[in-house]
């Protein structure tokens, strides 16, 4: 199979790339004209450089494809809504319309599950409606997912979509990357009782749902979830890093609702004094780590063949062994520091 990927020099993308090259599958990855991919090119991989939001420069990038893997998207920046849009779902489009133009077999989108929202009361499954936070990242995805579901619906579009939880694992340095340095420097905090399920995958299961969303003949025209199952609590995420790093547990506790409050805050400074700069605090990671949210994966174990490998301590454990050997800059941590995030 001759594969393209999107966002494949990212963090999820490298671990993907690595996947479908080891099964023997012919990989092509679109990347901008800037980026460094001389990892991609060592390991024999099809670079072509466009840009998402320039629909001129993605002619023929997926002619003679058999499956095109959309991960590309505009993340944890501070932006405007405009500027997400323009990538998460006009870039979308545009990839889906060269992919149409070439006849692909199989267009696998990732979406995210934070397009239901942080607090639907409930297990959710895929008929949950999306009704994502107030954040120009989880709006955008969402209408990116209805995006690709429409020109499935009306267009003839071969498209899966998945909506995995907060993917981690090795090669991470935006999300557990940050987790881990406030945990090693002591500035860790507990939002609330901590008891709360983190919405959490290691990043082999995801490659793993993307790869069945790939192959599987019944998978066309399906949304599936994919996590793990078997969450971690907000307090037993932060400790287990703890642990590993070999540091103190976490002891700041702040209240939810005091939290979000000065995120408000935060943001509205921010917005204030025209930065490019992320606030330290925001709306959204308050609510990620404070908001119990349970995801059913039910689907996916019973029309994919998807189940969970990596149980989500042992994952942590993976996930530090390399935070570790990066920090270091030590053997192992350098065919994975190319993915960025």
Same mark, same amino acid.
């Not at 009361?121 to 994502?132: Q, S, W």
């Not at 547990?249 to 805050?265: D, S």
């Not at 935070?323 to 350098?334: C, E, F, K, M, Y």
């Given at each position: 199979?001759?594969?393209?990927?999107?966002?494949?020099?990212?963090f999820?993308?490298?671990?993907?790339?690595s996947? $479908?090259?080891d @099964? #023997?599958?012919? /990989? *092509?990855?679109l990347? %901008?004209?800037?980026? &460094? !991919?001389?990892? $991609?090119?060592? @390991? #024999?991989v099809? /670079? *072509?450089r466009?840009? %998402?939001?320039?629909p &001129? !420069?993605l002619a023929g990038?997926?002619? #003679?494809?058999?499956?095109?893997?959309?991960?590309?998207?505009?993340?944890d920046?501070?932006?405007?809504l405009?500027?997400?849009r323009?990538?998460?779902?006009?870039?979308?489009e545009?990839?889906?319309?060269?992919?149409?133009?070439?006849?692909?077999?199989?267009?696998?989108?990732?979406s995210?599950?934070?397009v239901?929202?942080v607090?639907?009361g409930?297990?959710?499954?895929?008929?949950?409606?999306?009704?994502p936070?107030?954040?120009p990242y989880?709006?955008t995805k969402?209408e990116?997912?209805h995006?690709?579901?429409?020109?499935?619906?009306?267009?003839?579009l071969?498209?899966?979509?998945?909506?995995?939880?907060?993917?981690?694992?090795?090669?991470d340095?935006?999300?557990f990357?940050?987790?881990?340095?406030r945990?090693?420097?002591?500035?860790?905090?507990?939002?609330?009782?901590?008891?709360n399920?983190?919405?959490?995958?290691?990043?082999?299961d995801?490659?793993?749902?993307l790869?069945?969303?790939?192959?599987?003949?019944?998978a066309?025209?399906?949304?599936?979830?994919?996590?793990?199952?078997?969450?971690l609590?907000?307090?037993?995420?932060?400790?287990?890093?703890?642990?590993?790093?070999g540091?103190g547990r976490?002891?700041?506790?702040?209240?939810?609702?005091a939290?979000?409050a000065a995120?408000?805050?935060?943001?509205?400074?921010?917005?204030?004094?025209?930065?490019?700069?992320?606030?330290?605090?925001t709306?959204?990671?308050?609510?990620?780590?404070?908001?119990?949210?349970?995801?059913s994966i039910d689907?996916?174990?019973r029309e994919?063949?998807?189940?969970p490998?990596?149980?989500?301590?042992?994952?942590?454990?993976?996930a530090?062994?390399?935070?570790?050997?990066?920090a270091?800059?030590?053997?192992g941590?350098?065919?994975?520091?190319?993915a960025g995030?």
């Amino acid at each position: 199979m001759t594969v393209l990927v999107t966002g494949g020099n990212g963090f999820v993308g490298h671990h993907l790339v690595s996947a $479908l090259l080891d @099964r #023997g599958d012919q /990989v *092509r990855v679109l990347a %901008l004209p800037t980026e &460094d !991919t001389s990892w $991609l090119e060592e @390991r #024999g991989v099809d /670079v *072509r450089r466009g840009d %998402l939001c320039r629909p &001129d !420069t993605l002619a023929g990038c997926a002619e #003679g494809v058999d499956g095109v893997v959309h991960l590309a998207a505009m993340m944890d920046v501070w932006r405007p809504l405009r500027d997400y849009r323009a990538v998460n779902v006009d870039g979308t489009e545009h990839v889906a319309r060269a992919a149409m133009a070439s006849g692909v077999r199989r267009f696998v989108h990732m979406s995210s599950s934070s397009v239901y929202g942080v607090a639907p009361g409930r297990t959710v499954d895929e008929t949950v409606p999306l009704l994502p936070f107030d954040d120009p990242y989880p709006v955008t995805k969402a209408e990116g997912d209805h995006l690709v579901r429409r020109l499935a619906a009306e267009e003839g579009l071969p498209a899966v979509i998945l909506r995995p939880d907060q993917v981690f694992g090795p090669g991470d340095r935006l999300h557990f990357g940050r987790t881990a340095e406030r945990v090693r420097a002591g500035t860790a905090i507990v939002v609330g009782s901590g008891d709360n399920a983190m919405p959490l995958v290691y990043v082999s299961d995801i490659v793993q749902g993307l790869l069945l969303a790939l192959d599987h003949e019944r998978a066309i025209g399906q949304v599936f979830n994919i996590t793990n199952d078997e969450p971690l609590t907000q307090l037993g995420f932060l400790e287990a890093i703890a642990t590993e790093l070999g540091v103190g547990r976490p002891r700041i506790r702040v209240p939810a609702r005091a939290l979000y409050a000065a995120a408000w805050a935060a943001e509205r400074a921010a917005l204030a004094v025209h930065t490019s700069r992320r606030p330290p605090l925001t709306r959204l990671g308050v609510a990620f780590a404070a908001t119990d949210v349970r995801f059913s994966i039910d689907k996916a174990r019973r029309e994919l063949g998807y189940a969970p490998g990596v149980p989500l301590r042992e994952g942590v454990r993976l996930a530090a062994a390399w935070h570790i050997a990066d920090a270091a800059g030590g053997p192992g941590s350098a065919s994975v520091s190319r993915a960025g995030a």
